[in-house]
């Protein structure tokens, strides 16, 4: 069973740590990870018409992490090519991104019920939230990431509902408890009076 288990291993696309980004330089296993759910992005290619791409694939750490503790990827790093294990894939997220282990359960939450979660950067929040996938649909959800012991103020929506109104999207706060594990989404939404 051990040697199966070795086997399997050897079929899963390799992707190589390079400082803060994942790299699946195989186009293949790229576009094999690509069409389990629409992870990473094609090098040079922002809005891919189809699953299949003759280019390297970048994975964001969420991403990447959540694929390799799916065991659909397995990472690697260094000239000499060591494997990654995902608790050091973890602790270099954590020294890279702020609140990182936040907006990971976040973002697991959301693949959990059914949902693309992408990191939300090119729209200034932390994570674009698609119905069914990029190049498919528009990301009908901007989410920002927060904590039971965050305040929000008055600037803090104005600028929610900025943004959101200006990329016609709704914008919604995940705040993830990490005492409870919970998370609650609340959405806002703008009309014109």
């Known amino acids: 069973m051990g040697a199966e288990r070795e086997a399997e291993k050897e079929d899963v696309p390799t992707a190589e740590l390079v400082e803060d980004r994942l790299i699946v330089w195989n186009p293949a296993e790229g576009s094999k990870i690509y069409k389990k759910g629409y992870f990473g992005k094609p090098v040079g290619i922002s809005k ?6 003759d280019v390297p694939l970048t994975l964001d750490l969420i991403e990447g992490l959540y694929l390799l503790q799916q065991g659909e990827i397995k990472v690697v790093a260094g000239p000499r090519r060591r494997n990654v294990t995902a608790k050091q894939l973890r602790n270099k997220a954590k020294k890279t991104h702020e609140r990182f282990s936040e907006k990971f ?40 990431v927060r904590s039971p ?17 200006t990329v016609k999207k709704r914008f919604v706060f995940a705040v993830f408890d990490p005492s409870t594990g919970n998370i609650d989404y609340l959405s806002l939404k703008w009309w014109k009076a």
Do not use: N
């Open 48 to 53: 891919p018409k189809t699953p299949e791409f």
């Open 105 to 144: 359960s976040v973002y697991c939450d959301l693949r959990k019920k059914g949902y693309v979660a992408t990191p939300g950067i090119k729209f200034g929040c932390d994570l674009s939230v698609y119905e069914r996938g990029p190049g498919i649909d528009h990301a009908p959800f901007l989410v920002e």
């Open 149 to 165: 012991s965050d305040k929000f103020d008055a600037p803090d929506i104005v600028r929610a509902g900025r943004l959101a109104t």
